[in-house]
């Protein structure tokens, strides 16, 4: 497939290739929609193994960002940046100020905020180029993964009840895969509510905090996903539940933050075969993008948190439609965005 049939197959409305040398800055910037208002969408530093897979990475993550906040009544588009991380040290500074000129070139059509690989001090240097960014340090909403994990906790009880009849986590056994910002506070959340913790990082010191801190089990990172649990919660990287694993999964639900969780559609469907609760990737972890609505919309921070605790029920309505047209739930939270994504009217 060409770059433009497959941009074209993902209904995209602009992407835009940056390279600065001198701050050893190259990016993608993909607009999927501004059908509803301007994209908004974080940006990812990651190493890829090829120019290709940050492409379609980059891709994937700015169409799912148009459903997120579709489902989420944001009022906003949807669009992601990748940044090719460069190899060794590099200058943080200089990297993201050249971001931040990128963007800003945009004229307000994209709004970026942290995502993997980024953190609220380099959207500080972003914001020293561009007012068009959030997720800053001391400000209003501030760093999103608290109100993530906040929100995916809240979804994980949603699919709990639907899978057991109850939202209640004690003593329910949940693994969880990447213990990152995210990861870390869903873990706290987890741990408040009495469930039992397995967890799995290649960061060995987080591991050893999450043990201290929660009397966790640990378990290889290559293990998580088949390790013997009532729920696994996905916190790393997309594309984990695929051919390979969905068959050795042994959780009765799936509730995490990572993004793309599903390699491709088809495992939805194959989760669903297996009786396996699917909480949909981009419905569950709309916590963090929903404190955009505090500069959007003027938001308090306790409107944002009502909004954030809101996912139990987005969740809930998302699968009870699934089960009502016999769905997956992935196909039904597409269904329950689209309808959103709807000109007034139609």
Known sequence: ?????????????????????????????????????????????????????????????????????????????????????????????????????????????????????????????????????????????????????????????????????????????????????????????????????IVADVNVDRVRRAREAWDATSVEPDAVLAAEADILAPCALGGVLNDESVPRIRAQVVAGAANNQLLDDCHGAMLAGRGIVYAPDYIINAGGVLTAGVGLHGWSLAEVETKVRGIFDTVGEVLALARRDGLPTNQAADRFAEIRLQPSGS
């Open 1 to 197: 497939m060409s770059i433009f049939d497959r941009i074209a197959s993902l209904g995209h409305e602009q992407v835009i290739f940056c390279q600065e040398p001198a701050s050893q800055y190259r990016a993608i910037l993909c607009i999927h929609s501004t059908r509803l208002g301007p994209a908004i969408g974080g940006t990812r530093v990651l190493r890829y193994a090829s120019e290709e897979d940050a492409l379609v990475d980059a891709l994937r993550l700015s169409r799912a960002m148009t459903y997120k906040n579709a489902a989420a009544g944001l009022g906003v588009g949807g669009g992601k940046a990748v940044i090719l991380a460069p190899e060794g040290d590099f200058d943080r500074e200089k990297l993201f100020r050249a971001h931040g000129r990128a963007i800003d070139r945009l004229g307000g059509r994209f709004t970026t905020g942290e995502d993997v690989g980024t953190s609220p001090a380099d959207m500080e240097f972003v914001a020293l180029e561009t007012k068009w960014v959030g997720g800053r340090t001391g400000r209003a909403g501030g760093d999103p993964s608290p109100w993530t994990a906040l929100g995916v906790f809240c979804g994980m009880q949603a699919a709990a009840h639907a899978q057991w009849g109850s939202r209640d986590l004690r003593g329910r056994s949940v693994a969880i895969q990447g213990l990152g910002n995210v990861g870390m506070a869903l873990g706290q959340h987890l741990h408040e509510a009495g469930a039992r913790l």
